[in-house]
């Protein structure tokens, strides 16, 4: 005890020096008596090192730790080695958060016979990681909308329907399908049937780099929902790697209209408009011939 | 009451059209009445005009199917006409499989498509 009484307050070049330090420090034995506190820490709770000198730490200070298993100075001593961490300092209704640090103190003979603290008050430091934090946030979200706006606009364009004929649509599908882009073209190329009357799609798809099971599903799909429109389709542009894949994945391409070029399928199309012509002009002609 | 559908024979076609409100009673007497009228009239196609139905429930998809595939057994052709894209987004939802009828983007596209297969003497057309 000799040791720690050698350094009271206001005495010695020492104790100025700790007390010029701007942040909390006190001594405590292991009773929890504060031996020794500096102007700093005695200040964070508007008291003077005089004040609490000789009292229970727990007095003084208010924290949710304090006489608890958790209580800082008894786990630096339990553990024989620093203790550190945050809580907060309950002051007059406010609590200040603080980070603090405690270490065993040892006497000449290598018993520990008390502990020192340190703690500084955080406030500001929470504040600028919470404002930090928000911007992370505020960056974060407005490069996931921006990401989202860029993707719509890929969508957007890699899906146009584009009128060739009248009555004719073409779907140039360009990049890999996924089931998001799929539907999107099949509504789109839905609405534009509905919109145009056009009684044939030619899907053409030079631009896909690869077929699965899955973009083939999605394909035969598209197919399937333009023929429920009324419309017949067209599928050009089978590179032969595509082919090789869909004669592998055993795809059912049977009762779907392939040709090899869009051209093909516009000479197709436009062949078997020329020739319709209404069952009503027909039976007009069977009944006047 | 008028009947939510209704039927017209014009020369060898019979035409059906159905209107939104169809409820699962009328679909059954709608079926039967197809199928009588069809026979009496020994038409070579039906065509069904789906253009007033926005909102295609399952049983009015299956009973439609099951009336094609009833129409194909009598020989008989079939053509629905006139489907949303509402429907049609529901149709292939369900799955419901349409193998004995063919589709056409509204009745004078229908008429046309009928008329082709006319032309090519083909007097059976549609059968799936």
């Known amino acids: 005890m000799k040791e720690i009484a050698e350094f009271s307050p206001n005495e010695g070049f020492l104790s100025e020096i700790i007390n010029a330090i701007p942040s909390g420090i006190f ?38 730790m304090c006489q608890t298993e958790a209580c800082t100075c008894r786990k630096a001593i339990e ?13 007059a209704g406010k609590e200040i958060p603080i980070e603090y640090a405690s270490r065993p103190l040892r006497n000449l003979e290598g018993e520990i016979i008390g502990c020192v603290e340190h703690f500084i008050d955080i406030s500001d430091r929470l504040e600028k990681e919470r404002i930090i934090l928000e911007q992370q946030e505020q960056l974060l ?33 360009v990049g890999t399908l996924d089931s998001h882009r799929a539907k999107i073209a099949m509504e789109r190329l839905l609405e534009a049937i509905e919109r145009t009357r056009s009684s044939f799609v030619i899907i053409d798809i030079t631009g896909v780099p690869t077929v699965d099971a899955e973009v083939a599903n999605h394909i035969i799909q598209t197919i399937d929902a333009a023929r429920l429109m ?55 002609k069977d009944l006047g011939g | 009451m008028a009947e939510p559908f209704a039927l017209f024979v014009l020369e060898d076609i019979l035409l059906i059209s159905i209107q939104e409100d169809i409820d699962d009673r009328d679909i059954s007497r709608l079926i039967d009445r197809s199928l009588v009228t069809a026979k009496e009239k020994s038409v070579v196609a039906v065509i069904i005009d789906m253009q007033n139905v926005d909102v295609v429930d399952s049983y009015l998809a299956s009973n439609i199917s099951h009336l094609a595939a009833s129409l194909s057994a009598m020989e008989i052709g079939s053509l629905i006409v006139g489907l949303k894209v509402p429907a049609v987004m529901t149709l292939l939802d369900f799955g419901v499989s349409f193998e004995h009828t063919d589709f056409a983007l509204d009745l004078e596209q229908g008429l046309k498509k009928i008329g082709r297969c006319i032309e090519k003497k ?4 549609f059968l799936g």
């Not at chain 1, 700093?40 to 508007?46: L, N, Q, T």
């Not at chain 1, 553990?79 to 002051?91: I, M, P, Y």
């Not at chain 1, 050009?236 to 051209?263: C, E, F, N, Y």
């Open chain 2, 122 to 125: 083909d007097s059976r057309p």
């Open chain 1, 27 to 64: 001594v405590t034995d292991r009773e929890n008596t504060i031996m020794m506190i500096n102007k700093a820490g005695a200040a964070m709770v508007g008291r003077t090192p005089g004040d609490c000198f000789d009292r229970k730490c727990y007095e003084i200070f208010d924290t949710p």
């Open chain 1, 79 to 91: 553990k024989e080695s620093v203790n550190t961490g945050q809580t907060v300092l309950r002051l």
């Open chain 1, 141 to 173: 979200k407005k490069r996931e909308e921006d990401i989202r706006h860029l993707q719509d606009e890929i969508l957007e364009l890699s899906t146009p329907v584009i009128e060739v004929w009248d009555g004719i649509l073409a779907l140039p599908l």
């Open chain 1, 230 to 284: 009324g419309s017949e389709a067209i599928l050009t542009g089978i590179s032969p790697h595509i082919a090789r894949t869909i004669a592998k994945l055993d795809v059912r391409l049977g009762d779907i209209t392939v040709r090899g070029r869009m051209t093909d399928a516009l000479h197709l199309a436009i062949n078997a408009l020329n020739s319709s012509r209404s069952a009503l002009d027909t039976l007009k």
